[in-house]
């Protein structure tokens, strides 16, 4: 966005830190996914947060990948990411990953066991749970928290060498069972799993937890703003507490609210669960939040900055509406989609009055909202041609500004037309058109006088193309797909993809671009799907041309 805003409240702690010459003045920020899924639109809003301070701030940020917890992560996920944050625009000072630490990390908790700040419990998960206490009832020491620095030390070792087995001991920090933050009641640091690191294989055994892992690392790199989302507020004290109690550079945290969206789910074991079960067919499909779900869609890297950059960063957690995406992407699109036309559903049309075998060739704009237009292509003109089926009205209504006996059209870029038959199958449907041509009103050259109200597109079907067309929409019919706890999957809109295998498209399509955003003239937004080929050339709606949900919802 192009207008003067005031600083987020974030960019105003930046800025103080700046003024008082904390850090050196120096802002290093960190993007610090678990490689355990595909990023989505909520994380595109921290990216370009992280990314965007260290931008604005001449500072840096590091690309750091929390792979502490190896059931779930995958070199796949990590590629994913990094082929995300590159798509938005944004380049990475440092590519580093949790593990780069492991040894750096066990250390330190070393050096909190030395100083009775940690300590061994073969407890149970349940046991300690229940040691914890509540929220109104203080936690209960057990005979583990006494153990001998010496006894925590063997342990703890022994841990790392594999002589445990999963479950059987945890590694606790040693602070306050009395605290009224739960997090501070001796939190888990370490637990033992013997499951392969997709980075360090089986060199490890133990594997720290994130609230432990998390801040150190943020010391190891001297991170000066650690951001977070605001269900981190409770964890701040112990992010403190860690780095206070080893020594270590004071990195701080700082929350903002995260992204909630309408008609959405942004958590990655719902979207896991929307992938493994079937409902979409994949992390990339156009339907999903992810952002490569985003890109395979038409959406681009502009219309999802320019999202963000609306929405703001907050201290409160609010919805965002989806139409504001949408209505982002339009405005994109609409700068930079090149004007193409399609036949969605067609219906034949023949000029009667057309020389048999002629073939005219019309000049049509790429992009008539940029000065120049972006060039233009040539588009074949022909006696027989094919229009929307809804662009025919057998008995128009008043206001029908259509075709319809009697009727006349301007043919985009081309003729105004007049309606003079039709034909019909046994079953009652129109199967042609038949219309003559008024050869004095070639656009761009009109001498007729004739004015006409509406202007419809069509294609050649002697020069057409065919293409498969993907309409998606909306993947649920509620703007609260978890209200209430409810079963997310049962409210899936099953009209959110509806597959139209045989359009008819101009000519120049077949050399579309894959990446590019085309506008089909009155029916919407499409980009090239990755799935294409030549012989099966595939589109994929990316919005339509104006808000229908809105309409839906008034409606309703």
Known sequence: MSEERSLNFIEEIIEEDIKNGKHGGRVHTRFPPEPNGYLHIGHAKSICLNFGLARKYNGETNLRFDDTNPETEDTEYVESIKEDVKWLGFEWKNELYASNYFDQLYAFAVRLIEKGLAYVDASTADEIAQQKG?????????????????????????????????????????????????????????????????????????????????????????????????????????????????????????????????????????????????????????????????????????????????????????????????????????????????????????????????????????????????????????????????????????????????????????????????????????????????????????TSAIKVKGTIHWVSAAHAAKAEVRLYDRLFHDEDPVANGRDFVEIINQDSLQVIPEVYIEPDLVNAEMGKGYQFLRKGYYTLDKDSTPENIIFNRTVTLKDTWAKEVRKG
């Open 134 to 446: 509540t929220p109104t009832a203080p936690g209960l020491a057990n005979a583990y928290r006494s153990r001998s620095v010496e006894e925590n030390l063997r342990l703890f070792a022994e841990m790392k060498e594999g002589k445990y087995k999963d479950g059987e001991m945890v590694l606790r920090a040693k602070i306050d069972l009395a605290s009224p933050n739960m997090h501070m009641r001796d939190p888990i640091m370490y637990r033992i799993r013997h499951v392969a690191h997709h980075r360090t294989g089986n060199e490890w055994c133990i594997y720290p937890m994130y609230d432990f892992a998390h801040g150190q690392s943020d010391s190891i790199e001297e991170i000066t703003h650690s951001i977070c989302t605001l269900e981190f507020i409770p964890h701040r004290p112990l992010y403190e507490w860690f780095i206070d109690e080893l020594e270590i550079f004071p990195s701080r945290q700082y929350e903002f609210a995260r992204l909630n969206m309408t008609y959405t789910v942004m958590s990655k074991r719902r979207l896991l669960q929307l992938v493994n079960e079937g409902f979409v067919s994949g992390w990339d499909d156009p339907r999903m939040p992810t952002i490569s779900g985003l890109r395979r869609r038409g959406y681009t890297p502009a219309s999802i900055l320019d999202f963000c950059d609306r929405i703001g960063v907050a201290k409160r957690e609010n919805v965002i509406d989806v139409s504001l995406l949408e209505f982002c992407i339009r405005e994109d699109l609409n700068k930079s989609a090149w004007r193409r036309m399609a036949v969605l559903d067609p219906l034949k049309l023949v000029i009667t009055n057309y020389p048999e075998g002629e073939v005219e060739i019309f000049e049509g704009e790429n992009n008539p909202e940029v000065e120049g237009g972006e060039g233009s292509r040539a588009i074949p003109f022909s006696k027989e041609l094919w229009i929307e089926r809804d662009d025919f009205m057998e008995n128009p209504s008043k206001k029908y500004f259509r075709l319809g006996p009697g009727l006349m059209v301007r043919l985009k870029n081309a003729y105004i037309i007049k309606c003079d038959d039709f034909k019909k199958d046994d079953a009652g449907n129109i199967t042609e058109v038949h219309c003559s041509y008024i050869p004095e009103s070639r656009s761009g050259n009109d």
